[in-house]
Structures are given as structure tokens and as C-alpha cells.
């Protein structure tokens, strides 16, 4: 999704902003753009639709080198992808870049036209620099007027703006959408995530919701909604194991594929006794509120809904507790019946997903007991707006397909659903310290299913030339098998569907032949038997079986029956590294077809709009 970075130096910025930009392209975007005050004393810009390296390629050959400059990474939302449409919007002397969608553009849009401005692209953006430099013929002072401006525009928004007119300073805005100071010696900088700025500077000011700030080379000022003066405090960032570097990989996906022992080791680290879960993991409120919950609603997009859905088994077996699961598109626009004590979980990487965050926003106007958010961004708006939460420790994800987020999103899960069932008593004798023990192995366990990456990449080989998948799961399963072929779809285009296994006579089975391999996931547990069942019919029908099971399970290769074996691992921790295989396929059959595995097309990582 769009990015933002900007800064005012004594030095030339260019190279800043260039490579901010590029640490952020992890976002998906479609065009890029930047607006310096260059040394001539003017604004200049240079915008290109593709990568950031056509921007830079651009910049090689008709350099702008200035000490004010504000750049872009636009993920096109209103008007195609093209230069015209692509940011820094200019409207006479100043530039804005935007993250974000503004609601009413098309009145003010109208309003300005009326006004005599002309308009050159079809972006909601180039209405704020027209709106602002409008306010400008009032105010005078480009904050005042862009304090004056934003009262007018509803939606979200990260902004930046530069004037030539007053060339001190970089003003920004931010409401819905994150914006980051980096605080520098004798030099400052703007940016929409931290990473954009850590060849900078580790020292980082969060701009809440409603701030305005005005960021000179010496200083900074912020004012909250309400346009009285605070302090945002100034946090150093410490952790330098986060570097966007692949290391010896050839994509970040696949390094976050084999970070996942470690990051799941992290998230359970500080977090186990001897034999129970820390409830205070989830705060110091944690226990108190727990012990009140007599239902759970969750509430996620895309992965972080799938982990969801394997929630639901865990909380309604485990634990006792009903729970319902909800992508937050559609809960959000629905007139919800609130169950009395219910708790309210949103599940997000980034913690910055509009529809996630506005369903916990309407939540709280409907009576819910608490929230409590799992996310891996501990500055996120997500977080901060939360009751309780719990950070999962993926560190960075670059790869726009979710993998180690996931992974560790459900060990957050699993240690909810022990944790309310302890606090609850709801728990079976024995069952929190055998899957404490389990949780304890299983970095081991993860590690010993990325050993069969080669196996899985020469099975990914059966995928090249198919344009159609089924994916099938019974129980906890069943979302592992969802996000397998939302993994595959994303990075290799090939058109994948999830069905439970006991669903397949009721239709699907009608598209099953020989050029449809049908991929399932096979722990041993009560429902193999059906499971084997279903896989019956697959065959019967001519579809080619890839089956990952449990090596305990009894399964073994045939005509047109692939078994590739699992390690053995307790039935309630199947699902987490199941997922491990289905995350390998997907990323070799990408390899195969030759798609950009890590920025698919069309995709953003943190989906900040509607
Ligand atoms: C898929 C993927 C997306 C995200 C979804 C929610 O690989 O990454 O489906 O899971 O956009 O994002 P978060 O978890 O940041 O709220």
C-alpha cells in the first residue's frame, strides 16, 4: 500500500528519500513519485508508474538535488497507475503526498473547479493540494493552512506537504493513516512506517491520531485534534535483527518461511511456567477480565482470519467458549447481536488494516466486555487502541504473502485458549501442561518440517502447468487448507479453493479430473478415516492426490496419489505446522511460473484503505 517519506536536511536528500522508498516497495505499490525544493530554488518532481528503480533510473539521468523533499509509493486506489496519476500532486507552489482515500473529493473536487483549479490527474489527492493552497490565500502559514484544511476532508489520511514559498519547513497531517518523525542531528525526516527511515536515524516520534506536525531542521511541533500543543515522546528503536536483508535467501518469503522455529520460540518466550500459560502476557488486566469471558468474537482479514478460524476450534474444544469468526469488511457494516461477556479479538500482522481497525472502533459503541488484540507492531494503531493485547515476535515480514505472521499469530491463539480455560477452569485435567510441553517442542517440530523443502519443491513441479487447485481440511484443518490456497493463488496466480473435505460431494467434486490436483492435509487424528473417505472420491474421479500426513497415519503413494510424510505432532498443534508445507508448495510453484514471490501483483501488504 502507498508509502510516504520525507525530510528536511542541510544535506542533499534525494538518496534518503530514493532508498526509503525502496525499503517500503515490501508495501506493494504501483507507481512512485518525488518533489524536492531543489537548489535552483523551485519545486521539481519526477513520478514514474513500475518500480522504484525506474524513479531512480529517471533521477540518474536528469538529477534533482535539494535539501527539502517529500517522495511516494502510490497503491493506485482512485484514477489507473500511471504518471499523471502517480504523487507528489503539485497546485501552484507546494506538493502533497497522501496516504489514505478522501471521501467527499468528488464535492470538494467540484467546489475548487468552481474556484478556477484545474485538475490533472483523476487522484482524491491533487483535491488536497488544490484545497490547501486555497487555504494558503487566507492563512498565509503553511501549517495554519493545512490545519485549516483537514477540518474539511473526511477519510483518511498520511500527509505530507512542501512549499517553495516557505522552504523551512515539512508540514504532515495524520488521521487513519500512520505517520513516523525521525529525529536526526541538525536534520529531520517524515516517513509512513519507521523501516523507511533506519539508515537515518533510530530515533522516532509516533504522530497519534489528529496530530498535525510541523518538522523544521532543528525542531518539531506537534498539535493533537483539539490544535493545542503536546510532546510526542522520542522512542529509540533498539532492535537491529529486523534489517531488510535476505540474507542467504532468494526471497524474503522464503526466509520468513525459515525464520518460523525462531519466531515461534520468541513468541513463546517469557510467556510459560513450568506447566501453564502466564495469563499477565496479556496484560496486568488480563486475569481479572478472563474471567468474565463467556464468549469470543474474532475479527481479522485475509491470514489473520484463517488463524482465526483455527481459533474457533481450539476455544470451542479446549476451552468450552463459544466463539464466532468474522472477516472485518463485513462485520463492520453489520447490525451485530453482542452475546453478554463477550470478548472481542482482532488478529492483524501489521495492525493498520482499515477494516480491522474500524471494526474495533465500532465495537466499542456495542457492548462488548474488552478487546484484546494479537499483532506483531507494537506501535500499531491496533494495539494502541486495544484493551489487552498480545505481540507475536514474527519481527519485520517483508513478503507481502503472510507466512511467519501467521505461524505465530496462532501460538498467540493457542495460549488465549489456555488461558482463558485456565482462568475459567474450563480445561480438561492434564491438557495446558501436556500442550505446554508440546508448545515447548515444537520450534523442533517446525524445524524438522522445513527439512523437507526439497521434497516439497519437486511435488510443487505437479503444479506448473495446472490452472486450477482444490485445497481440502476436515476440522482445525480446514482453515490450514483456506490459507494454503489463499498462499497458493497470491504468489503463483493459480486459481485455488478450500473446502472442507466432507463438503466435496455437495459440488465440487463435479470439477475434479486429472488436470485439478486436489492438495489435502491429513494429521492422524478421529476424522482421517472420512478424510481417507473423501479422498476415495477424488481418486474415483481421475484427480490427482497430493496428501500431506501424519507419517502415523497409514497412507502410502498410488496411481495418481501423492503421500508426502509429517512428522507426528500432537493433534491440537497440527494445524500450525501443516501450514509449513503449504506455505513451501506455494512459494516453489511461484519459483516455477516465475512470478515476483515477494511483491505479487496487484496485492499490498498492510491494507490501510477500505
Ligand atoms: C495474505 C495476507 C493478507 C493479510 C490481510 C490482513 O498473505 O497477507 O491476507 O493477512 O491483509 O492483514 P493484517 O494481518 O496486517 O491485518
Redesign the pocket.
Known sequence: MCGIVGAVAERNVTAILLEGLKRLEYRGYDSAGVALFTNAGKLERMRRPGKVSELEQALAGEPLVGRLGIAHTRWATHGAPCERNAHPHFSGDLAVVHNGIIENHEVLREQLKALGYVFTSDTDTEVIAHLLNHKLKDHNDLTVALKATVKELHGAYGLAVISASQPDRLVAARSGSPLVIGLGLGENFLASDQLALRQVTDRFMYLEEGDIAEIRRESVQIWDVDGRTVEREAVQYRDGAEAADKGEFRHFMLKEIHEQPAVVQRTLEGRLSQNQVLVNAFGPQAAELFAKVRNVQIV?????YHAGMVARYWLEELAGIPCQVEVASEFRYRKVVVQPDTLFVTI???GE?AD?LAALRNAKELGFLGSLAICNVSISSLVRESDLTLLTQAGREIG???TK?FTTQLVGLLLLTLSLGQVRGTLAEGVEATLVEELRRLPTRLGEALAMDSTVEKVAELFADKNHTLFLGRGAQYPVAMEGS??LK?ISYIHAEAYPAGELKHGPLALVDDDMPVVTVAPNNELLEKLKSNLQEVRARGGQLIVFADEKAGMTNGEGTHVINMPHIHDTLSPILYTIPLQLLSYYVAVLKGTDVDQPRNLAK??TVE
Open positions: 481479522a482479514c485475509g491470514t489473520s492483524s500482522q501489521s488494516t480491522t507481502v504473502a503472510s505472521a489463499l498462499k497470491e498492510s491494507v
